[in-house]
């Protein structure tokens, strides 16, 4: 491959003098390609071809949907709040509080305690809540975490039965009075 030589411009300021410096034609060759495919494809996304984001992202979820229409189904009756849906009530039998107490142990307590006195996150046995004490509350809290105060959301991990089983046992921890309880923290809800 040829050098080029160094060429000094015929202009100069303040006694500056520059070299002219062109570029390899390799990158002109690219610089025009992107502006031949700018060319093309501008006119192909605003006649309406190409789909923009959200569109794109609609058309995914769709076909997400299609392909694992269980994933879609909603968790269970009343979590989603909708008018005409029934409300969600614990099941408080043995099996279903032994389940919920088993997701509890291994899940819960690093945060909560063992018994549900508080730890790094609140006391699950008193009479405050921070984010509702009903049992869709709970289920919506165990659902969607509270990223903010640390609590990721468990929907992924455990699955709506799950929830539903260890909001249950939640739901019957309250007002056991454990040895060492956590500060009450929230709002007083229960009279």
């Known amino acids: 491959m040829p050098k080029e030589r160094d060429e000094l411009l015929d202009h100069a300021y303040d006694g500056i003098r520059e070299y002219n410096n062109p570029l390899p034609k390799w990158w002109l060759w690219m610089f025009y390609g992107t502006i031949l495919f700018a060319a093309f494809y501008n006119p192909w996304y605003w006649l309406g071809y190409a789909l923009s984001g959200p569109e794109e992202y609609r058309q995914e979820v769709v076909e997400a949907q299609r392909l694992h229409p269980e994933a879609a189904a909603p968790a269970a009756p009343g979590l989603q709040g909708g008018a005409g849906q029934a409300a969600l009530a614990p099941k408080l039998d043995a099996e279903t509080l032994a389940a919920g107490k088993a997701i509890f142990t291994q899940n819960c307590t690093p945060c909560h305690g063992l018994q549900g006195q508080g730890g790094i996150g609140p006391n699950l046995t008193d009479e405050y809540w921070l984010h ?44 056991t009075h454990p040895p060492n309880p956590k500060a009450p923290q929230g709002q007083l809800l229960k009279k």
Do not use: R
Request: hydrophobic fraction near 35%; charged fraction near 10%; aromatic fraction near 6%.
């Open 132 to 175: 509702g004490d009903s049992y869709e509350s709970i289920v919506n809290t165990i659902t969607h975490g509270v990223p903010d105060k640390g609590m990721i959301p468990w929907q992924a991990t455990l699955g709506p039965q799950k929830i539903q089983q260890v909001a249950a046992y939640i739901v019957s921890l309250q007002g």
